[in-house]
């Protein structure tokens, strides 16, 4: 009985992202049109991850498929294309504990994150905003969409955990600008 609940809690929290932010889909971009992301790096964090590709289906952002790597929606803007380029990460895990984006919440203006693209080439992003917003109401296609000036968006759960839906209340939200590029 244990080993099932377990395994219900694990399965909650594999979808809990995915169920409680709808987006509309960005406009899809050609391969050409940007490089797709391999890595990032948030040095003042102590992350270094791979970077998979997942996608948005039915107004849904997939999760990442483990604690430890960082997703990448190939319905956003690829790197050194202009727009929004966006990422998320898990903050925890049952049986697991805290996973990548778990720190995310000591990110300030003005700190560094780096994204390696598929032709091993460095963008270098400074933080412009980190803020929290309900995971549900919020304007998600306003935060996920096209921006006018080249960036990255990386999202992760936030406190508090509401027992009744079985997921975090609010998401984490960090805004990057490109710079030196």
């Not at 890595?39 to 999760?63: C, N, W």
């Not at 483990?66 to 690829?78: I, K, Q, R």
């Not at 990548?100 to 780096?114: P, S």
């Amino acid at each position: 009985m244990t080993h099932r609940l377990a395994a219900l809690f694990v399965a909650v929290m594999l979808v809990s992202l995915a169920t409680s932010i709808l987006v509309a889909p960005s406009p899809t971009f050609a391969q050409s049109d940007g490089v797709q992301p391999e890595a990032i790096k948030i040095s003042s964090l102590g992350i270094v991850a791979p970077v998979e590709v997942r996608t948005t289906v039915g107004g849904q952002m997939q999760d990442p498929t483990g604690p430890d790597v960082v997703a990448w929606y190939d319905d956003s803007a690829p790197l050194d294309a202009g727009g929004n380029t966006v990422f998320s990460g898990h903050l925890d895990l049952a049986g697991y504990g805290p996973a990548i984006f778990a720190y995310l919440n000591r990110l300030e203006r003005g700190d560094t994150i780096v994204a390696r693209g598929a032709n091993d080439e460095v963008f270098r992003y400074q933080v412009v905003w980190v803020r929290s917003y309900p995971a549900r109401g919020s304007d998600w296609t306003a935060l996920t969409g096209p921006t006018a000036r080249e960036s990255i968006t990386l999202i992760t759960c936030a406190p508090p955990w509401d027992d009744a839906t079985g997921h975090y209340a609010n998401r984490l939200v960090v805004r990057a600008k490109r710079i030196g590029g």
